[in-house]
């Protein structure tokens, strides 16, 4: 091969294939007074695709999937972090109310800031009672439903199943030892190096890195403790939700990480419950899979949103 023709190779591939960070725009976005950082893809015009991040990360574990996502197909694609999470603001919590009703009115906000009225949804962890509460308040507004290792059934939160276990005894009766616990772990977290590095969810050290910048700002313990209280106002609602999901009629598809102990595979086939067409995969990855696998999460994701295309209009 010549130089020239080599030269022209990677000069138009250059063009024909942009770098994965051009694909993505960031910024920031006021939302009742508080600055919201958010990642976006694609054209606005095109069908919107909201994802919900869930604990302890943010909007930076989609990125892969989002890009892959806006280049590949005609998707509208957007990601907020929660208030104190990733980039955005980190009021204090006796400012901000960290409850999950109050995060979901945030969200709610972002989108209508944002000029987006109707959507589907992907939601993990913390981002899955959030999304919820975002169908009951609009359930015309959602086109179609994405779960990853986020639970609304007991079956896939084996932690939780006990009544007088300890987590649903400090949702009931705030544990202090629980708090402190908490607070003892963030404080614990450090930049990660070589020695002594551990990363059993794969997330990866760029992941972790703003997880733990994120975390240790002053006061966002505190903040993070409110919030982790107030799960079990999620619990409460899961019949609420289950009988939702029933009535939504929309596409609904389950991703599941096996390898992750909190959120076990159980809560993934509990959806078929409520969904009895919802499609259901379980992937050979973790409780991040969109950051340990993100070309697989990716090809399903794409491929569903391919096949119910016309739902999402």
């Not at 890009?67 to 590949?72: E, Y």
């Not at 590095?197 to 794969?202: F, I, K, L, V, Y």
């Not at 696998?293 to 990716?298: L, Q, R």
């Amino acid at each position: 091969m010549s130089r020239l023709i080599l030269l022209l190779l990677l000069i138009f591939g250059s063009w024909s294939q942009p770098a994965r960070s051009e694909i993505l725009r960031e910024g920031w976005q006021s939302v009742d007074g508080l600055q919201i950082f958010y990642r976006e893809g694609g054209k606005p015009s095109d069908p919107t695709v909201v994802f919900l991040h869930g604990n302890p990360l943010s909007s930076l574990m989609y990125a892969q999937v989002m890009a892959s996502l806006a280049s590949t197909q005609h998707l509208h694609v957007i990601a907020m972090d929660y208030p104190s999470f990733g980039y955005s603001d980190a009021p204090d919590h006796r400012s901000y109310r960290y409850t999950f009703d109050h995060l979901a009115q945030t969200v709610d906000d972002f989108l209508k800031a944002r000029g987006i009225q109707r959507y589907s949804l992907y939601m993990q962890d913390y981002g899955v009672p959030v999304g919820f509460r975002l169908m009951t308040l609009h359930p015309e507004a959602v086109t179609a439903v994405m779960v990853q290792n986020g639970v609304i059934h007991l079956d896939g939160f084996p932690s939780a199943q006990d009544p007088q276990g300890e987590l649903r005894q400090h949702w009931e009766h705030r544990n202090p030892a629980v708090d402190a616990r908490r607070a003892a772990y963030v404080r614990s977290l450090h930049y990660p190096v070589a020695a002594g590095w551990s990363d059993e969810d794969h997330a990866g050290p760029d992941a972790l890195m703003q997880m733990t910048a994120a975390a240790q700002r002053p006061g966002i313990i505190d903040a993070r403790n409110d919030l982790w209280f107030d799960y079990g106002s999620n619990v409460q609602r899961y019949g609420a939700w289950q009988g939702l999901l029933r009535r939504l009629n929309v596409p609904v598809l389950v991703l599941w990480g096996n390898k992750d102990e909190f959120f076990t595979t159980p809560g993934a086939y509990a959806y078929r419950r409520d969904a009895p067409a919802a499609e259901i995969h379980i992937l050979d990855s973790t409780h991040f899979a969109t950051l340990d696998d993100p070309d697989a999460v990716s090809a399903l994701v794409s491929e569903f949103l391919s096949r119910h295309r016309a739902a999402l209009k």
